[in-house]
DNA sequence: CGAACAATACCCCATATGGCGTATTTCACT
DNA sequence: AGTGAAATACGCCATATGGGGTATTGTTCG
């Protein structure tokens, strides 16, 4: 019933943790708490994009266990990336980290809840997206959500998400436009859309017509954009 | 520190929890469950849609407390919702239920997780998705992120949707192919792409018809259509 | 070294598209 | 009773589109 010990298998094989975060106290402290827990062989946390990738260690000397032997820093397999960085962002590492370490999971840790961090995020292939205000106990619960497979978004950030899944309010088309650009969207022309809905071409036409007008587009290539991007089919 | 009362806020308004699901024993063991926590002014429970949405009460004589009275059932502030239920499906509920309490926070709790179901309730507008398999004291932190405007998906189902996000894996198309796909969508035409990338419109037009080979596609509507929807661009 | 592919550029041509009209009917709201 | 929006249908016409070719130049890979 412990939900700290719940999904907590008996210390899975080896599993390592890379922290990218250019706050000292910050790093330092999510570097504590995550040492502290005894459920990782590594805790490697770094100051930058350029240094992780590089495979430097910035807080090296607070690993005592660690020796001075530059080790080939085996692939991490949980990264926890803050996208305000020095030099490379966290959205421009995020593709760079994931050609290095293919395997790993590439978590979101920032400060950041606005939808064009989010989605740039999720869309440069984030496999998860945290808030720095995360409780310590659902941090770590988080990471081990990750590491049993699944994926986590503090719950202001799936807001965003279900959000964008959800249909427009309120769209500016009729029914019948609506189900004309669904249609079009298929790639039917004007007489195939006539013969679906047993309207005449022309009749079609006009519908299409009247689609641009109110969508403020003037091609079938911006309707389908836009109809997709506004979900209005 | 204690993850069961980290924001937990000192008994917020009145808050109406509706649960709709038909399994008996699920139904009955989830109503104790959010009773027993005392952070929710009523609890009610029925085994499928067309009750809900009736205003009845399955299990009413599990509420000692209520009166004969048919009061005009206030809105759900947040429902959970079944997507196997006899009847009207969950997700044909959905609508539904949004069209009769715009303001419910509208979570499936359900024991699917195939892309599927998952991307069919969040399109239908659900706010959230919690698989059954989740235990009861996630749960219950789960509602209370509802609660204070979060929404929550369960790791699992977190991983398909950030999944749905990453760019396509391997693409067919080449680097050129990829540029001008993405002009096309949105919505120039051969020789406005030419401009953009200093090309004879011929040319664009040789890109543009190798691309629709590739993606097995006919038109500008279509290629629009697969690009954003295999996330090529 | 040859095959295959990517990228560039041009040709012909039937058809689809989109901008501009007009017109009728129905239905809702004022 | 009138105004407007939606849905139906038709016209003209310049241009864009897509299916079919050919050709040259590089690069890459076996």
């Given at each position: 019933?412990?939900?700290?010990?719940?999904?907590?298998?008996?210390?899975?094989?080896?599993?390592?943790?890379?922290?990218?975060?250019?706050?000292?106290?910050?790093?330092?402290?999510?570097?504590?708490?995550?040492?502290?827990?005894?459920?990782?062989?590594?805790?490697?946390?770094?100051?930058?994009?350029?240094?992780?990738?590089?495979?430097?260690?910035?807080?090296?000397?607070?690993?005592?266990?660690?020796?001075?032997?530059?080790?080939?820093?085996?692939?991490?397999?949980?990264?926890?990336?803050?996208?305000?960085?020095?030099?490379?962002?966290?959205?421009?590492?995020?593709?760079?980290?994931?050609?290095?370490?293919?395997?790993?999971?590439?978590?979101?840790?920032?400060?950041?809840?606005?939808?064009?961090?989010?989605?740039?995020?999720?869309?440069?292939?984030?496999?998860?997206?945290?808030?720095?205000?995360?409780?310590?106990?659902?941090?770590?619960?988080?990471?081990?959500?990750?590491?049993?497979?699944?994926?986590?978004?503090?719950?202001?950030?799936?807001?965003?998400?279900?959000?964008?899944?959800?249909?427009?309010?309120?769209s500016p088309l009729s029914a019948r436009?609506?189900?004309?650009?669904?249609?079009?969207?298929?790639?039917?022309?004007?007489?195939?859309?006539?013969?679906?809905?047993?309207?005449?071409?022309?009749?079609?036409?006009?519908?299409?017509?009247?689609?641009?007008?109110?969508?403020?587009?003037?091609?079938?290539?911006?309707?389908?954009?836009?109809?997709?991007?506004?979900?209005?089919?």
């Amino acid at each position: 019933m412990d939900p700290t010990s719940a999904h907590t298998a008996p210390e899975a094989a080896s599993y390592r943790l890379l922290i990218v975060e250019d706050d000292a106290d910050i790093r330092q402290l999510l570097d504590l708490l995550l040492r502290r827990t005894g459920e990782y062989a590594e805790v490697r946390s770094v100051e930058d994009a350029e240094t992780a990738l590089a495979g430097g260690s910035t807080d090296a000397a607070a690993t005592p266990g660690s020796t001075d032997a530059p080790a080939p820093d085996p692939a991490p397999d949980l990264v926890l990336l803050d996208i305000g960085l020095p030099g490379m962002s966290g959205l421009e590492a995020l593709p760079k980290f994931r050609a290095a370490w293919p395997d790993a999971q590439l978590i979101m840790l920032t400060i950041r809840q606005d939808d064009q961090a989010i989605f740039d995020a999720l869309c440069a292939g984030a496999d998860g997206y945290l808030l720095k205000d995360t409780p310590p106990e659902r941090l770590l619960q988080a990471l081990r959500d990750v590491r049993d497979g699944g994926s986590v978004m503090s719950p202001a950030v799936a807001r965003r998400v279900t959000q964008s899944f959800k249909p427009a309010a309120q769209s500016p088309l009729s029914a019948r436009e609506t189900e004309i650009l669904a249609l079009l969207c298929d790639g039917l022309q004007y007489a195939a859309i006539g013969e679906r809905l047993f309207l005449s071409g022309h009749t079609v036409r006009v519908h299409i017509r009247n689609i641009y007008r109110k969508l403020h587009v003037h091609s079938r290539a911006e309707a389908v954009r836009k109809a997709l991007g506004d979900r209005l089919i």
